[in-house]
């Protein structure tokens, strides 16, 4: 397993308990310059390629976990050579800015896993801790989200794919967005204001990314205003969405809130009656 920073800086200490955790059962291994800070970035672009290239061609690598989120992600990894995860699979652990890592990982036909990054597992929640290591350790287990607000009703079925709505629209609007025929969106945001969520998805939806999708499945919407209209981020989410006429639930525990339930992407997906199920019969 390897520890890498492809995005922004991070709290040392958080990481480094993380990856402590994650050795108590695997060999991890990570590369001192990953502390490295420039800016808002984890040192310069050519370390943060560099060391996502050579953890996806390492042979002996069976999972990548990303330090942090934050912000990077988009300057390099259009131009990172990520073909060898095609011959030797690995598993992507990440959420927020890897949303960008997500997307690629799709394009190549390849599943990743929407969850803590490592600094996030520093934080000492033992239930996440183990759920990540149940994804790991058993990634097609059956699970289901279950309780879940039914925003436009029906039943719809798909590969899941997404993650954070801002890296997803900036993917837009970079040309490097990729949709499956299909797919249950899943999404999630933090500390952008109604309009802004609202601005994103209709560009979404005008440009025709959201054509195709079967269902959207809603995670957490952490710190998002109302704003100075005095509309709230759900309301303003599940307006927007309405327009697609597709199977709607909203409540999964996954995003930059308190639970961020990891989540397979690429997994077959179905959404129906309040609830998220994946490999599900």
């Not at 952490?222 to 759900?234: K, M, S």
């Amino acid at each position: 397993m390897r520890v890498i920073a492809p995005s922004g800086p991070f709290d040392r200490t958080l990481c480094l308990v993380g990856a402590g955790f994650l050795g108590q059962r695997y060999r991890v291994r990570f590369d001192w310059s990953m502390f490295q800070r420039t800016g808002f970035l984890a040192g310069s672009d050519g370390r943060r390629r560099g060391e996502l290239e050579a953890a996806a061609s390492a042979p002996e690598v069976r999972a990548l976990v990303a330090a942090r989120g934050g912000y990077g992600l988009t300057r390099i990894v259009h131009a990172a050579e990520l073909r060898p995860l095609v011959d030797q699979p690995k598993w992507v652990v990440g959420f927020s800015d890897v949303t960008a890592l997500h997307v690629e990982c799709a394009r190549l036909g390849l599943a990743s896993i929407h969850a803590h990054n490592c600094a996030g597992l520093g934080r000492g929640d033992a239930h996440a801790r183990a759920a990540l290591i149940d994804v790991l350790e058993h990634p097609t287990r059956p699970r289901r989200f279950t309780g879940l607000e039914t925003w436009h009703p029906g039943s719809a079925s798909g590969p899941l794919f997404g993650g954070n709505l801002t890296v997803l629209f900036t993917l837009a609007a970079a040309g490097r967005l990729f949709i499956p025929d299909g797919a249950v969106l899943f999404i999630e945001d933090v500390t952008e204001s109604a309009y802004r969520l609202d601005r994103m998805l209709s560009a979404l939806w005008v440009g025709g990314a959201l054509d195709r999708v079967a269902a959207v499945a809603v995670g957490e919407l952490t710190d998002c205003p109302a704003g100075p209209h005095g509309v709230p981020a759900e309301v303003a989410v599940r307006t927007r969405l309405a327009d697609l006429g597709v199977p709607v639930v909203a409540g999964v525990p996954a995003g930059h809130g308190r639970h961020n339930v990891p989540l397979v992407l690429g997994a077959p997906a179905r959404v129906a009656d309040g609830a998220l199920a994946l490999f599900a019969d």
